[in-house]
């Protein structure tokens, strides 16, 4: 966990050089398409600031106002992510639109593509570094920052390619055009990326993949057992729920019952490390010859 905080740290210091790069750009050409990628660059930032400040709440210890723990903080994170890229894009189209009425020429454009380039090529590796760790140590926050700067990366790219074109072409308009797809590209990644935060706040299943493997992990696992009904999953953070009803003959020992129940344990845990696992043994009357079968 230290090594995640570490991550979300860093990606303050990134965010504030890649933003010093891209200010520095539109001061030098006046482009609106570059403003657009130097307001996104502000977001950033305050992005990275609030999932350093996530994964530090969520890697603190159960207490007895939060017997669960604090993972869901990361999905929070998330939202306000969503809702800044939001106001970002907002304030995108709005320069764009002044742009379009009075458009200008750009001035030292070599230099300013060269600076937003410059920026482009550190944020897609810190865009990958995320990336890789953040799934690694299952973390929403993390992996959140990272398809943002990923969106980051991709409007770079074309604003690259659309301001060196308004150099060449002298077709001024093109500028404030830019500006405003970028804005349109970033509210799309926004209200995805709050989507699949919200579902997290909301108690969202897994997937239909893990939900199998799950299945498969009981079904093989449980023998002595009769059946396994009532799953039920959920996620928080890097953490996923698990609980279910395991049914066993009337005579098992308690013993028995419970060596089943560790062989289970064991199984799902090689998938999720980082699981919390409820099972609620009961006696073969229980049955609902429904839900997991026992191999």
């Given amino acids: 966990m230290k090594f995640v905080v570490r991550l979300a740290l860093g990606g303050i210091a990134v965010g504030l050089a890649v933003l010093g790069l891209k200010y520095a750009a539109y001061v030098l050409t006046g482009s609106v398409a570059l403003y657009s990628d130097a307001l996104e660059s502000i977001v950033n930032v305050a992005t990275a600031v609030t999932t350093f400040l996530a994964v530090r709440l969520s890697a603190m210890p159960p207490?007895?106002?939060?017997?669960?723990?604090?993972?869901?903080?990361?999905y929070l994170s998330a939202v306000v992510e969503g809702v800044l890229i939001g106001i970002a894009a907002l304030a995108i189209l709005r320069k764009a639109y002044l742009g379009y009425l009075e458009p200008r020429p750009l001035d030292a454009p070599m230099l300013g593509l060269a600076l937003n380039g410059l920026a482009s090529a550190v944020n897609a590796l810190w865009c990958f570094t995320l990336f890789r760790y953040g799934k690694r140590a299952r973390s929403p926050a993390l992996?959140?920052?990272?398809?943002?700067?990923l969106t980051d990366v991709i409007t770079s790219a074309g604003v690259l390619a659309g301001v060196a074109l308004v150099a060449m072409t002298g077709v001024l308009v093109l500028d404030a055009l830019i500006a405003a797809l970028?804005?349109?590209h970033i509210l799309w990644w926004g209200w995805q990326l709050m989507r699949q935060s919200i579902g997290g706040l909301m108690d969202e299943a897994v997937s239909k993949e893990m939900l199998e493997k799950?299945?498969?992990?009981?079904?093989?696992?449980?023998?002595g057992a009769i059946e396994a009904h009532d799953l039920r999953t959920r996620h928080a953070?890097?953490?996923?729920?698990?609980?279910?009803?395991?049914?066993?003959?009337?005579?098992?020992?308690?013993?028995?019952?419970?060596?089943?129940?560790?062989?289970?344990?064991?199984?799902?845990?090689?998938?999720l490390?980082?699981?919390?696992?409820?099972?609620?043994?009961?006696?073969e009357e229980k049955a609902k010859l429904e839900g997991v079968p026992v191999v």
Wanted: with cysteine; aromatic share 4%.
């Fill in 143 to 149: 992996v959140a920052d990272a398809k943002h700067l």
């Fill in 273 to 283: 490390p980082h699981a919390v696992i409820t099972i609620h043994v009961e006696p």
């Fill in 63 to 74: 207490d007895a106002n939060h017997p669960y723990g604090h993972h869901k903080v990361e």
């Fill in 214 to 223: 799950i299945r498969k992990a009981i079904s093989t696992e449980a023998q």
């Fill in 237 to 271: 953070g890097r953490t996923t729920f698990i609980e279910f009803h395991l049914v066993v003959p009337g005579t098992m020992t308690v013993a028995e019952s419970h060596a089943i129940c560790d062989r289970v344990e064991a199984a799902l845990k090689e998938d």
């Fill in 182 to 184: 970028v804005a349109l």
